[in-house]
């Protein structure tokens, strides 16, 4: 009995492992291309080749001369300060929130500030349009979806139900079956090829989403504790406020992050909706197209720069996601 379970353990482990190297491959041979000049990249070398920054410089900036060691140096530096802060108002306490609004002050001047210290390319363009359609659809969503998964979690009519199974419905369509209503739609509303419409377009398609998810997690809290606050003389939203959020943020931030996630890698409708004003995974495809020898190179730089950015947000909200999946945030 013990030899079977050995067995099984290590069997279950070396398949886990298996999928590991399989999953991270595709990322490991972007990373290596991404560094190697475009003659290594069609030798197919895996080692004794002479690494470079030339496919990042490409990718990302106008101006083939720059050092890349100068703009990483930048980047670095905002990192640091925004970390540095990070970690001062994550001890605090309730006064914890004036340095994260800086962390994010921090960084929206970096990202604002960069252009104007190099001269970068139009992919730069993308990514901030990435990173401002991400972000406002994330907070749109959440907010919305806060009130609605509350709303539907403590109301037990029928249709209560009625609008979970409406939602549902409209999430498992396809994206092809409302692309070309916005496209129209936008068209005729003067907004089409513009962060506004992909932020409403995606903030529709993916608010049942976060509708289920938020519920799922409202569930679980017990009433007895808005009941409490209400009878101490808070109101229905003073008691959600500050009661029920704060037992929230494991799920808020879960289905934040696949909200994110959603958003963030969004290509049908980036892709028919904004003409010319491309995010970045948009953009990347469009530079497939271009003729050169560097797209050997180029391409697999921008691959890694537009996953970086998701890796170092999973790893600083990681406790976070596994709690709130932990606690039933995918139920149903």
Same mark, same amino acid.
């Given at each position: 009995m013990?030899?079977?379970?050995?067995?099984?353990?290590?069997?279950?482990?070396?398949?886990?492992?298996?999928?590991?190297?399989?999953?991270?491959?595709?990322?490991t041979?972007?990373?290596q291309?991404?560094?190697?000049?475009v003659?290594?990249?069609?030798?197919?070398?895996?080692?004794?080749?002479?690494?470079?920054?030339?496919?990042?410089?490409? &990718?990302?900036?106008?101006?083939?001369?720059?050092?890349?060691w100068?703009?990483l140096?930048? %980047?670095? /530096?905002?990192? +640091? @300060?925004?970390?540095?802060?990070g970690?001062?108002?994550?001890r605090?306490g309730?006064e914890?929130k004036?340095f994260?609004?800086?962390?994010?002050?921090v960084?929206?001047?970096?990202?604002?500030?960069?252009?104007?210290?190099?001269?970068?390319?139009?992919?730069?363009?993308y990514?901030?349009?990435?990173?401002?359609?991400t972000?406002?659809?994330?907070?749109i969503?959440i907010?919305?979806?806060?009130?609605?998964?509350?709303?539907?979690?403590?109301?037990?009519?029928?249709?209560?139900?009625?609008i979970?199974i409406?939602?549902l419905g409209?999430?498992?369509l396809?994206?092809?079956?409302f692309?070309l209503?916005? &496209?129209?739609?936008?068209?005729r509303?003067?907004?089409l090829?513009?962060?506004?419409?992909? %932020?409403l /377009?995606?903030? +529709? @398609?993916?608010?049942?989403?976060?509708?289920?998810m938020?519920?799922?997690?409202?569930m679980d809290?017990?009433k007895?504790?808005e009941e409490a606050a209400?009878?101490?003389?808070?109101?229905?939203?003073?008691?959600?406020y500050?009661?029920i959020?704060?037992?929230?943020w494991?799920?808020?931030i879960?289905?934040a992050?696949?909200?994110?996630?959603?958003?963030?890698?969004?290509?049908?409708?980036?892709?028919?909706?904004?003409?010319?004003?491309y995010?970045?995974?948009?953009?990347?495809?469009?530079?497939t197209?271009a003729?050169g020898?560097?797209i050997?190179?180029e391409?697999?730089?921008?691959?890694?720069?537009i996953?970086?950015?998701?890796?170092?947000?999973?790893?600083?909200?990681?406790?976070?996601?596994?709690?709130?999946?932990?606690?039933?945030?995918?139920?149903?």
């Amino acid at each position: 009995m013990n030899t079977e379970r050995w067995y099984h353990r290590y069997g279950l482990h070396a398949i886990m492992i298996l999928l590991v190297i399989w999953s991270v491959i595709p990322f490991t041979w972007a990373l290596q291309n991404s560094i190697k000049f475009v003659r290594d990249v069609r030798l197919n070398a895996i080692w004794g080749y002479d690494p470079t920054g030339i496919a990042y410089n490409g &990718f990302w900036f106008s101006d083939d001369d720059i050092n890349m060691w100068h703009p990483l140096l930048v %980047v670095l /530096a905002f990192g +640091a @300060v925004a970390t540095a802060l990070g970690m001062i108002g994550k001890r605090a306490g309730n006064e914890g929130k004036y340095f994260y609004g800086a962390v994010i002050a921090v960084l929206a001047f970096g990202v604002w500030w960069f252009p104007r210290l190099f001269e970068t390319s139009r992919n730069y363009e993308y990514f901030v349009n990435s990173l401002v359609v991400t972000v406002l659809t994330v907070v749109i969503s959440i907010s919305i979806g806060l009130l609605a998964g509350y709303g539907l979690a403590r109301y037990t009519g029928i249709s209560g139900a009625v609008i979970l199974i409406v939602a549902l419905g409209f999430r498992a369509l396809p994206r092809s079956a409302f692309v070309l209503p916005y &496209f129209f739609t936008a068209n005729r509303l003067g907004i089409l090829d513009s962060r506004l419409v992909l %932020v409403l /377009a995606l903030v +529709a @398609v993916n608010q049942p989403f976060t509708i289920w998810m938020l519920r799922s997690f409202f569930m679980d809290v017990p009433k007895s504790l808005e009941e409490a606050a209400m009878i101490d003389g808070a109101s229905r939203f003073q008691a959600f406020y500050k009661v029920i959020i704060p037992i929230m943020w494991p799920g808020i931030i879960a289905t934040a992050l696949f909200t994110l996630l959603l958003a963030y890698n969004e290509f049908l409708f980036v892709r028919v909706l904004a003409v010319t004003n491309y995010t970045l995974p948009v953009g990347i495809s469009a530079a497939t197209a271009a003729e050169g020898p560097q797209i050997f190179n180029e391409i697999p730089a921008a691959s890694v720069s537009i996953t970086l950015p998701i890796i170092i947000v999973i790893i600083l909200f990681q406790k976070h996601l596994v709690k709130g999946l932990g606690a039933g945030a995918v139920k149903g």
